[in-house]
């Protein structure tokens, strides 16, 4: 079976921000909340932009976007706590989203070096800065796994600039 659709076909540039984030936005993520403790203390950005790197030695990936007010304070962190979150977590990351402050949607506790550690999420990795590098609007922050947790549950997913849960296929 052949599926026929019509594809829009655009360059990216500098006046087509919105169309290459839609057709980026075509990716479905799994949906984090990335950590840290800063001088403002306790402070937590929602991102989409993660993914694992390495086992040996065990390294994950996340982006940073250089306008964001809490840039600065998850470039400076020596450490981090990356939450993979559950489908019943969406207040979650709406709030996180919204503010480094979202702590208040969130049952949390301070583990090893006072880093914020959200209950509930489906994973937790707690990382160390190993590396940074520049990717044009975002900061590309490598961390090395110090800890991680699991558990089973539904994970909450963005798709389409969408959150949403996964419906298994057939």
Not at 9 to 25: I, K, N
Not at 42 to 57: K, Q, R, W, Y
Not at 139 to 147: E, K, M, N, S, Y
Not at 155 to 161: E, M, R, T, V
Request: proline content about 5%; some cysteine.
């Amino acid at each position: 079976m052949t599926l026929q659709c019509q594809m829009e076909h655009f360059s990216p540039g500098p006046d087509m921000g919105r169309e290459l984030r839609g057709a980026l936005s075509r990716f479905g993520t799994g949906v984090t909340v990335v950590t840290a403790q800063s001088e403002a203390g306790p402070v937590g950005i929602t991102a989409n932009s993660f993914s694992s790197v390495s086992l040996d030695p065990p390294l994950v990936l996340w982006s940073a976007a250089k306008s964001s007010s809490r840039f600065p304070h998850f470039t400076r962190a020596e450490h981090m706590a990356i939450h993979v979150l559950a489908e019943e977590q969406m207040p979650v990351a709406r709030a996180f989203a919204a503010s480094a402050h979202g702590f208040d949607q969130a049952n949390w506790s301070a583990g090893a070096k006072d880093l914020p550690l959200l209950d509930g999420c489906l994973a937790r990795f707690e990382c160390e800065r190993y590396a940074e590098y520049d990717g044009g609007d975002h900061a590309i922050i490598v961390a090395r796994v110090l800890r991680a947790s699991v558990r089973q549950g539904e994970p909450l997913l963005f798709f389409g600039g969408r959150f949403g849960n996964f419906a298994a296929a057939g």
